[in-house]
């Protein structure tokens, strides 16, 4: 699987980016494909990545949203779902094969440590290769070889490129059980011009609806009968009550699209908060896909129609 991109020709004045660090982590291999000459800073979460956006103190912030083994990134979800709006004006697609890094001459590796997702994505390999290895979670593939470079740790999973930061040896790479996994990554800015429609973009919103029978149904059937593909549904608890979620839908489209914007309308009756997370130019390029009856031509056509309904002119 190639890296798939799809950054806008401007993203305005972008100069300082801040990414899920430490130095040597896939996220710090998105911002890379992202950036385009700006300086990227490593934080220590995906939360102080955002915050540091809020504060005016970066201009932009990348942050991974999903991966396709071990699907969406709590962190991230609720870290759009507070505080002050951001939205995602880019993403990248990159596929995710790990480096096994040990100390030089380092002998017996008995433990193994990484982010609990990149754990789970080279259990089989680690099963097979290191069978004697206890795997220990870290706050980042980076940690990781920050405690073998300490003495805490044996060996590191972690992103190729940690090696360039990080003096130590290369026990294995290419490393994955899923050949074909691959992690999404957001550049998400605070609200202001978004990129032009491409034909191949993706809307994201969050919504926080009446927690009774059908709410979701609802959500979804104003997507549907506007002919617009979703691509992504998830949810995550509110916190306030036990119980009560909030709907984290992606689907085709712009937001400048006028079929796209009369749904947003429609979901934003149905809630009791809606906050719009972006649109974008989609990473893998894929085009929107639009039934007879639903393009952008029939919705202006119908609501010219409907306005001279409403002004007497029936000719």
Same mark, same amino acid.
């Given at each position: 699987?190639?890296? &798939?991109? !799809?950054?806008? *020709? ?43 956006? *809020? ?32 939205? !995602? ?13 040990? *100390? ?97 973009? *993706? ?80 990473? @893998? ?12 031509? @029939? ?15 029936? &000719?």
């Amino acid at each position: 699987m190639k890296v &798939a991109t !799809a950054r806008p *020709r401007s993203l305005g004045t972008v100069s300082r980016i801040a990414y899920f660090g430490p130095q040597g982590t896939f996220t710090e291999q998105a911002a890379r494909i992202l950036a385009s000459g700006e300086e990227l800073i490593p934080v220590e979460t995906i939360r102080l990545a955002m915050t540091a956006v *809020r504060k005016g103190e970066v201009d932009a912030a990348c942050v991974p949203i999903e991966n396709s083994v071990e699907g969406v990134v709590p962190a991230t979800l609720d870290g759009l779902s507070e505080s002050t709006p951001l939205v !995602a004006v880019a993403e990248a697609i990159l596929p995710v094969h790990f480096s096994v890094l040990t *100390r030089h001459g380092g002998g017996d590796v008995r433990t193994v440590a990484s982010h609990p997702h990149a754990l789970a994505q080279v259990r089989e390999w680690l099963e097979v290769n290191l069978p004697d290895a206890r795997p220990v979670a870290s706050s980042s593939t980076s940690a990781a070889a920050v405690g073998v470079l300490e003495g805490d740790f044996d060996a590191a999973v972690c992103a190729p490129v940690a090696v360039e930061h990080y003096d130590l040896e290369v026990l294995a790479t290419e490393v994955a059980d899923v050949t074909d996994a691959a992690t999404r990554f957001l550049l998400v800015q605070l609200p202001g011009e978004l990129p032009d429609p491409t034909g191949a973009d *993706r809307t994201s919103v969050v919504a926080a609806a009446a927690n009774r029978t059908g709410t979701l149904a609802e959500l979804l059937t104003e997507l549907a009968t506007r002919g617009i593909n979703l691509t992504r549904l998830d949810a995550r608890p509110t916190r306030n009550n036990f119980g009560e979620y909030r709907f984290f839908i992606d689907f085709e489209g712009h937001v400048a699209e006028p079929r796209i914007f009369d749904a947003m309308t429609a979901l934003r009756r149905h809630c009791r908060h809606l906050r719009f997370l972006g649109s974008h130019p989609r990473a @893998d390029g894929t085009r929107t896909t639009v039934e007879p009856g639903f393009g952008n031509d @029939d919705f202006v056509e119908a609501a010219t129609w409907a306005e001279a309904v409403r002004k007497g002119d029936l &000719a």
